[in-house]
């Protein structure tokens, strides 16, 4: 699943609501190989749809798949002091 442009700031901003994790555009990869999962797992065709479905249907649990999504393997934003 590719995502757009479009796709990848809407998802962006979502997550840095989320989680508190910023990612830029240099990052649509890793929104790509982390959340293409999830995403057909919630039966969702594009990442336009899971946005959707994560936001606006009230999916805890779905939201919560996407935080541990993105910060596996990822320890620096609990050494980061800001």
Same mark, same amino acid.
């Given at each position: 699943?590719?995502?757009?442009?479009?796709?990848?700031?809407?998802?962006?901003?979502?997550? #840095?609501?989320?989680?508190?994790? /910023?990612?830029?555009?240099?990052?649509? #990869?890793?929104?790509?190989?982390?959340?293409?999962?999830?995403?057909?797992?919630?039966?969702? /065709?594009?990442?336009?749809?899971?946005?959707? /479905?994560?936001? #606006?249907?009230?999916?805890?649990?779905?939201?919560? /798949?996407?935080?541990?999504?993105?910060?596996?393997?990822?320890?620096?934003?609990?050494?980061?002091?800001?």
């Amino acid at each position: 699943m590719n995502i757009t442009a479009e796709e990848l700031h809407i998802m962006s901003m979502f997550i #840095y609501d989320l989680c508190g994790i /910023k990612l830029d555009e240099t990052k649509s #990869y890793l929104l790509e190989s982390r959340l293409s999962s999830v995403a057909e797992e919630a039966g969702c /065709k594009d990442f336009s749809e899971l946005y959707c /479905k994560a936001r #606006y249907d009230g999916e805890q649990e779905l939201r919560d /798949k996407i935080v541990d999504a993105i910060t596996t393997n990822e320890t620096l934003f609990f050494r980061d002091t800001s």
